[in-house]
């Protein structure tokens, strides 16, 4: 996968749920306008546009679902189809399915008063959410929140290429793998030895001593659902592990075989209701890019011979865990309404694990999802068998269900939901070599760290693409992918192997929780500051599954404040729990004493990253000449607290530095204007602040020269948008200053090629042509002719032609002229484009018909006329006729004869006509006399 902008920022903002009473706006809303004006949209990306969400209090009555003509709405309650009406409502439907046999069950939970009201695409939803809210007996009204998969384009294997000298490690090594997969050895995030350059030995799960330290490789009883895209249920490497619902399998199709409210749904179901019909949701599956990606991470099969290997993929004698398939969308993400009933579902029929590898909201959790996870972690594992919505039987591997997501890729420390929320375990990514990976979220809701891999991200972040994360690929394929999308899967798969191990009666989805969250290990490197308290317990590592909490808690720490310029180094050898294991963080608090007095604390949470008696650095940067107080203790990775140590140090004064300029602003032409076209620099890769070490930072400012030209935003204080705005040029220059005042400043020439307008047009048609006949004929355009731009002079027109089929016409675009030629007799199609500076374009057609062939050909003979156009003389050639005399007679388009002459062919049969230059411009047929056979053929004259 390319690490560009696309998947650094598939960060997606959008709002929490909102109470019937009290709608809320945030992140992702716009203001809007006319009739709407006190109203918001919400972003086309994060919200679904046309549709609202609510929830009924337990009071009220189910609402009549169905599609209607609008302004007749009939849900069965007057006061919401009034309402309704004004929204241009067509349609309501159910977000969560009936489920068959389960259908108590659902109802205890609620699911059964959710709805989907379609409205008017022009109203704004937060019209729709404030009008519905003022009704009695709705308790939530919300957008449907769309999500985003974590994970961008993918590499697959065939486009790869691997340095020789790492070709030549995995070949030596291969007869020490665990398992013969031959791509095994590619999976470096499972066992990493460091011999990739670049990459640090132990930035991996410790797959394969983990397989050895629990003493098993997968357990089909571990159901895991893929909740992504589409899961190529019968790739090779994965089908011997996909979940198959037998009674569908073997059932009728079109039928409900196994009373579960689902339809055909053999290896799982799809939960896009713009796919599906409405009335019999199921099994039709479209196999993806990114959840066949996922699947095989989580339980590719092992020891099959074949591609890779999963992480609980068994050992190829059918004892993998098993892969539910669960498409909430495609690889674009373009369903627009996402969800309905996947996590019911999965919990109903037998999934444990849920592996989610997108996000939602930066901002909360909607109430909608978060019914669905509750249900699932609820329910999973137990059936209902006399139907009465209680459960009484566990008929899973463990009572419950367990919900890992990935946190995000835009590289913030704001985790995204559902991995933020509570009750799920958020999962953040790491590199090849052992850092925090540049595009994954930090921060609350982290709970661990997986690898994910890296590709193309950019400058120190640019990486070939072997450090991303390798897997399976739809059409039996393999590929390499990175983000928190590839970190998630991993940590599924530690947990499907963990169950594997202690699946049971009684055994807890809380308590396999517990042993995921403490199975892991610190990064063992320094990290930027940024990253303390935001990477949860570690690094996963399998092989520590099965530690158990110790009886008494970590060591107290044993450290010392040492005074720094502008900073206090706090330091000393790493504590212990009690298993002998480093502690994973510290609880440290801080206070600046003025005149003796410490003021109140401010606390932080440190993250470990040494190892156990490594010496533990922590630089507190502080201001210059101050003096501070300091509290912390250790805890261990199963939360138990050391005692407390107190501190104090004072900082020492240092030398301020202005910022320095790293590199220029290079000089940028904007090919036109609009918001489309802006241009965006992240201020902070071209300026440097080497006091930052002492707790300096820099802020930013612009100006510039001419607002009329360019317009310029800051945005979050450190990127800056330059939006085109007109065709001219502008400076626009850009100050960084650090907290002392000390400034460096550089310069962006900046020149916008033409002004915004509207796409080029075809102001007539081409039309069609009928050329009289074949041979080398010429037909020219003009297409200056046939184009208006609104935005000329100032812009630029480009032109390009296809011909449909080329052995008919061909087709040639020189500057603003369109030459057509006839080859053959037959019919073609030339498209013709035009595009404008900005990338706008317009296209046109002409239909060409070629009456006739080249000319008659006799003795093997064929007429060949040359320069076609011609100017002054124009060559014959009579191929396969040999040498000789040759009648030669020009006709023009009336057939009248005006030109006759004599010419010798050479033993080519070639000879050259002179004194065409005195003919009118125009197309002429020439016909050729040679030993009793004609020869006839067309010639454009300029």
């Known amino acids: 996968m390319k690490f560009n902008a696309y998947l650094a920022i598939i960060a997606m903002a959008a709002l929490c749920a909102s109470c019937v009473k009290e709608p809320v706006a945030g992140d992702g809303v716009g203001q809007t306008s006319g009739e709407d004006r006190d109203y918001a949209h919400y972003s086309d990306d994060v919200a679904v546009r046309g549709w609202v969400r609510i929830k009924l209090d337990e009071q009220s009555q189910p609402l009549k679902v169905g599609a209607f003509t609008r302004g007749e709405v009939e849900s069965g309650d007057p006061r919401l189809d009034e309402i309704a009406a004004q929204l241009g409502a067509t349609e309501i439907r159910r977000v969560y399915a009936d489920g068959g046999r ?20 022009n109203i704004p939803v937060t019209r729709a959410e404030a009008s519905i809210a003022e009704l009695p007996g709705v308790a939530y009204v919300q957008p449907i929140y769309k999500v985003k998969l974590l994970g961008g384009p993918i590499v697959p294997a065939e486009y790869v290429y691997v340095p020789a000298a790492a070709q030549a490690r995995r070949s030596v090594a291969a007869g020490e793998l665990p398992f013969d997969d031959p791509d095994l050895s590619k999976q470096w995030h499972y066992h990493n030895d460091g011999s990739i350059e670049g990459m640090v030995a132990g930035a991996d799960i410790n797959l394969f001593e983990g397989w050895e330290v629990l003493g098993t490789k997968g357990d089909p009883e571990v159901i895991v659902a893929v909740i992504d895209s589409g899961v190529q249920w019968d790739h090779p490497d994965l089908a011997d592990n996909m979940w198959i619902n037998e009674a569908e399998l073997n059932g009728v199709k079109g039928e409900d075989d196994d009373n579960n409210g689902y339809y055909d749904d053999i290896y799982g179901g799809c939960f896009m209701p713009n796919y599906y019909p409405h009335d019999k949701p199921g099994g039709i599956l479209k196999a993806g890019t990114h959840g066949t990606h996922v699947a095989g991470t989580i339980a590719a099969v092992n020891g099959n011979g074949i591609g890779v290997c999963g992480v609980a993929g068994g050992t190829g004698n059918h004892d993998g865990v098993k892969l539910m398939t669960l498409q909430v969308m495609r690889d674009d993400a373009a369903d627009d309404i996402p969800f309905n009933d996947v996590f019911p579902y999965a919990a109903d029929n037998g999934a444990v694990i849920a592996s989610c590898s997108w996000t939602i909201s930066q901002t909360g959790m909607d109430q909608a999802t978060k019914d669905g996870i509750d249900y699932f972690q ?9 139907g009465d919505g209680i459960n009484d039987v566990q008929t899973g591997p463990m009572q419950g269900g367990l919900v890992i997501a990935g946190a995000g ?36 809701g982290i709970d661990v760290l997986a690898p994910g891999g890296n590709q193309e991200g950019s400058g120190e972040y640019n990486r070939p693409e072997i450090w991303g994360v390798y897997s399976t690929y739809p059409n039996g394929g393999y590929a390499y992918s990175a983000g928190t999308s590839m970190a998630c899967p991993h940590v599924s798969g530690v947990a499907a192997l963990i169950l594997s191990k202690f699946k049971g009666q009684g055994f807890t989805a809380e308590e396999l929780r517990n042993k995921v969250e403490r199975s892991c290990r610190p990064l063992s490197e320094p990290m930027d500051p940024k990253y303390h308290g935001g990477i949860g317990n570690g690094l996963i590592d399998v092989t520590l599954a099965l530690t158990e909490v110790p009886e008494e808690g970590p060591e ?28 994973v963080k510290y609880n440290f608090e801080y206070a600046e004493v003025v005149n003796g007095t410490a003021g109140e604390m401010t606390r932080n949470v440190l993250s470990n990253t040494y190892n156990a008696g490594e010496e533990f650095v922590y630089m507190f940067p502080g201001k210059s000449e101050a003096e501070y107080k300091f509290r912390m203790n250790a805890v261990d990775r199963y939360g138990n607290e050391s005692e407390y140590i107190e501190l104090q140090s004072e900082t020492l004064e240092f030398e301020n530095h202005a910022p320095t300029l790293l590199r220029e602003f290079s000089d940028v032409e904007i090919r036109q204007a609009g918001e489309d076209y802006a241009r965006l620099y ?17 802020t930013f400012t612009v100006e510039n020269s001419n607002d009329a030209v360019v317009r310029t935003e800051l945005r979050n204080g450190r990127t800056l948008a330059v939006i085109p705005l007109t065709k001219g040029s502008c400076v626009v220059t850009v100050t960084a200053t650090d907290t002392r005042g000390a400034s460096t400043t550089a310069a962006i020439n900046v020149t916008v090629l033409a002004g915004a307008g509207s796409a080029p047009t075809f102001k007539r048609q081409l039309g069609s042509l009928t050329l009289p006949a074949a041979g080398s004929f010429v037909r020219q355009y003009d297409l200056n002719d046939y184009v208006y731009d609104a935005d000329m002079p100032d812009d630029e027109l480009t032109f390009s032609a296809v011909s449909s089929d080329a052995s008919v016409v061909t087709a040639a675009v020189t500057g603003t002229t369109l030459e057509v030629t006839g080859l053959k007799k037959g019919d ?82 070639t000879a050259r006509i002179d004194g065409i230059s005195g003919l009118t411009p125009g197309a002429y047929t020439v016909s050729v006399k040679q030993g009793g056979n004609t020869y006839k053929g067309t010639v454009l004259k300029r």
């Open 556 to 583: 107290k720490p044993q450290f010392e404040a040492i005074p720094a310029p502008a900073s206090v180094r706090i330091t000393g050898p790493v504590p212990v729990d009690g298993n002998g294991m480093p502690v």
């Open 378 to 386: 609820a329910n999973a594992g137990w059936d209902d068998t006399d």
């Open 102 to 121: 389960f259908a108590e069950r659902r109802r205890r939970f609620g699911l059964h008063r959710w709805y989907d009201i379609k409205i008017d695409e």
């Open 828 to 909: 073609a199609t030339v498209q013709v484009t035009v595009t404008d500076r900005g990338g706008n374009s317009a296209e046109n057609e002409l239909f060409v018909s070629v009456a006739q062939e080249p000319g008659s050909q006799s003795g093997g003979a064929t007429l060949r006329l040359y320069p076609n156009p011609a100017t002054d003389y124009v060559n014959i050639t009579l191929s396969g006729a040999g040498s000789g005399s040759a009648d030669v007679v020009f006709y023009d388009s009336a057939a009248r004869q005006v030109m006759k002459t004599t010419a010798e062919l050479d033993a080519s049969g």
């Open 409 to 444: 890729n835009s590289g913030t420390d704001k985790v995204f939901y559902p991995a933020k929320y509570k009750d799920v375990i958020g999962v953040g990514a790491i590199d090849g070599d052992m850092t925090v990976a540049w595009y994954s979220e930090y921060g609350e």
């Open 682 to 698: 992240t201020l902070v890769t071209y300026f440097e602040d080497e006091d930052a070490q002492y707790g300096d930072e820099m």
